[in-house]
């Protein structure tokens, strides 16, 4: 059986013009960032039509097939409903009002409400939060260099490690998976939040989080297939006009 994560960091917010690390500050989404998420949402729409076309796969191979694989979970569908779903079962998202309000663009088309878990929100940056990143570098310069060097072993001052924000995070996937197995479903949710959770599936070395990209209204799709998760898309974006991405 598989299950399909849709995982998506919000849309730009207002202020973005000024590049500093918002973290648990609460801010809404800018008109621009309202735009990236509706464009977000059609794209999403195309991806899922894309997934319920029933083709032969190589996971299959790798993961089993019969019963248990996508495309007889797919033909099921098909008996029952005369095609493949290409609806979403649920939409998560985090507790922060920029994640919120993305998560409900996304959930509309669906006729769906959103499911808030407080386990999704951005990483605390404790004392740098609101700063610009050229104020930190002034006043912090060596812990910044510490931090952005090994996010892992150091954190902000006052803030959440690494682990820390892993551990929650990691937890809250963890439930939503074990309820919707088989199942498509959308989680909204932060630039470090989404690197964490795609490092963890790709098993990549927690030192090396910012070698992965998530632009605003990015959409990653992993399969949670019975053997091993497979990243089908990274930072997927449906719009191609450049913005500020400084902020997370």
Known sequence: MVTTLYLIRHGETEGSERASYKGSIDVPLSENGIRQMREASDFLLKLLESSSTVKRSYLQDVHGSGDRSSRA???FDKRRSGACTNSLAAVYCSSLARAVRSAEIIA???GLNTVTIHGLRERSFGIWEGMTFSEI???YPEEFGLWAGNPLKYGPPE???TLEVKGRVIGALQKILSKHRGDKVAVMAHGGV????ICHVLAIPLEHLFRVEQDHAAINVIEFWDKYPVVKL????????PDRQHQV
């Open 159 to 161: 803030g959440e490690s």
């Open 137 to 139: 570098k002034e006043k």
């Open 108 to 110: 509309a088309p669906h």
């Open 234 to 241: 990274i930072n997927g974006r449906a719009f191609n006009k």
């Open 194 to 197: 989404n690197r964490i959770i």
């Open 73 to 75: 979970a797919c033909e």
